[in-house]
């Protein structure tokens, strides 16, 4: 038998001596973690997500109140976080269209879109945007020439396109339509967007608790410092990254979307006193916008282009408590008929598409080529179905087939 003696728990234990190296090696080796870490993140970053910009004469500049402009007959190459090198070309009236201003082909059904990135075609190129798609589509469907003559800029706010007002009325519209998504409703008519700080961890940090400490005490503020650094996380480069990956999953995009006040806002059944000052500011421009359309002798359509969370939310059919993604949808129509406009509503379509989200860019929240055809094809459906009697698909054939010959 073996003498060696098993040691057990009643043994007193002795404590382990450090030598003055691993009080060195195990910091560094926390160090080299974090480093590789950071190392990896920063060069998927690189790779795949930087921002990019090409050289030469810029494509926008601000003029004042109207905000942003497209500098005419410019071009540009620009990489967003999410999309590969694109060229934004723009017409000699600074306008990313197919069309040239002021001239109107005769026969022609002119549709004059208004909006901002979403109607733009930001993050696709031009041929794949869902103004290009929907001038097709109505050619084909109605019968008749339709053209999409497209002023939507990035930025572009309401207030601004009332301001420009006078541009969409001299490119001679048989329509008018405001592509508007929930970004546009987040603006004060300057296009400040009160509920964003600056872009980067220790500016969105700094502004955050600076904000915070103007409305609550210090304690609140302290306990309040762990989400105030989350979400500076979220806004920085690694933050950027970690997300795109994560917001692949449905219920993981839609919880993290209502922790970001940007997103729930337009989202919440009971909205802020700010959220509601900037609705009764945008009734006010949209209700001078259908006057100056109805002055015009043009109709005023609008549609609600849905935001990632929305689309999300209205395929899963089920939401939290507090929210809906039908909200906006409503606020944004009871505002337009209620001046006389026509509204299409195009919301409903997503109950029928298995995980919608999946046609946006995942942090970005633009929609991508998927996104936007998808978009052409809903808003053809409305208009060729009565919503505007010119654009009816049915009563079209129907006269082609009168007068065509036996």
């Given at each position: 038998m073996s003498n060696t003696r098993v040691p057990n728990d009643a043994d007193?234990?002795?404590?382990?001596?450090?030598?003055?190296?691993?009080?060195?090696?195990?910091?560094?080796?926390?160090?080299?973690?974090?480093?590789?870490?950071?190392?990896?993140?920063?060069?998927?970053?690189?790779r795949f997500?930087?921002?990019?910009?090409?050289?030469?004469?810029?494509?926008?500049?601000?003029?004042?109140?109207?905000?942003?402009?497209?500098?005419?007959?410019?071009?540009?190459?620009?990489?967003?976080s999410e999309t590969g090198w694109l060229e934004y070309r723009f017409n000699s009236c600074g306008h990313r269209t197919a069309g040239e201003c002021g001239i109107k082909v005769p026969g022609t059904?002119?549709?004059?879109?208004?909006?901002?990135?979403?109607?733009?075609?930001?993050?696709?190129?031009?041929?794949?945007?869902?103004?290009?798609?929907?001038?097709?589509?109505?050619?084909n469907e109605t019968g008749q020439k339709v053209e999409v003559y497209n002023?939507?800029?990035?930025?572009?706010?309401?207030?601004?396109?009332?301001?420009?007002?006078?541009?969409?009325?001299?490119?001679?519209?048989?329509?008018?339509?405001?592509?508007?998504?929930?970004?546009?409703?987040?603006?004060?008519?300057?296009?400040?967007?009160?509920?964003?700080?600056?872009?980067?961890?220790?500016?969105?940090?700094?502004?955050?608790?600076?904000?915070?400490?103007r409305m609550k005490s210090l304690p609140d503020v302290v306990l309040g410092v762990s989400g105030i650094i989350h979400d500076g996380l979220d806004d920085s480069r690694i933050g950027m990254v970690t997300r795109h990956f994560l917001y692949q999953s449905q219920s993981e995009y839609v919880r993290a979307s209502l922790l970001d006040a940007r997103v729930a806002e337009s989202l919440r059944k009971s909205p802020d006193p700010d959220w509601q000052a900037r609705l009764e500011q945008i009734d006010g421009d949209v209700a001078k916008m259908e006057d100056l359309a109805k002055a015009a002798g043009t109709p005023f359509v609008a549609v609600l282009l849905p935001n990632r969370a929305e689309a999300a939310m209205i395929s899963m059919g089920q939401w939290p408590e507090g929210y809906d993604p039908y909200k906006l949808d409503n606020d944004m129509r009871k505002i337009v008929t209620s001046h006389g406009g026509i509204y299409l509503d195009i919301l409903p379509d997503f109950r029928?598409?298995?995980?919608p989200e999946q046609y946006y860019l995942p942090v970005d929240s633009h929609p991508d080529a998927r996104g936007h055809a998808l978009i052409a094809d809903m808003i053809a459906k409305q208009f060729t179905s009565g919503a505007v009697p010119a654009l009816t698909a049915t009563l079209r054939k129907s006269a082609a087939a009168r007068t065509s010959p036996k």
């Open positions: 007193e234990k002795v404590p382990r001596r450090y030598s003055k190296w691993d009080w060195l090696i195990l910091p560094a080796l926390s160090l080299l973690t974090v480093g590789c870490i950071v190392e990896t993140f920063r060069l998927v970053d690189m997500f930087a921002l990019g910009h090409s050289k030469g004469l810029p494509c926008y500049n601000t003029e004042g109140a109207t905000g942003l402009h497209a500098v005419p007959n410019s071009v540009c190459w620009e990489k967003g059904y002119r549709i004059v879109m208004v909006g901002s990135s979403f109607g733009m075609g930001y993050g696709v190129p031009i041929q794949d945007d869902f103004a290009t798609l929907l001038q097709v589509k109505l050619t002023e939507s800029l990035n930025a572009n706010y309401p207030h601004h396109i009332l301001l420009r007002f006078d541009d969409v009325i001299g490119a001679h519209p048989d329509m008018i339509l405001w592509a508007a998504n929930s970004e546009e409703f987040k603006k004060d008519p300057a296009g400040n967007e009160p509920l964003k700080g600056p872009h980067g961890f220790l500016g969105h940090v700094q502004w955050q608790i600076s904000n915070e400490a029928d598409i298995p995980n």
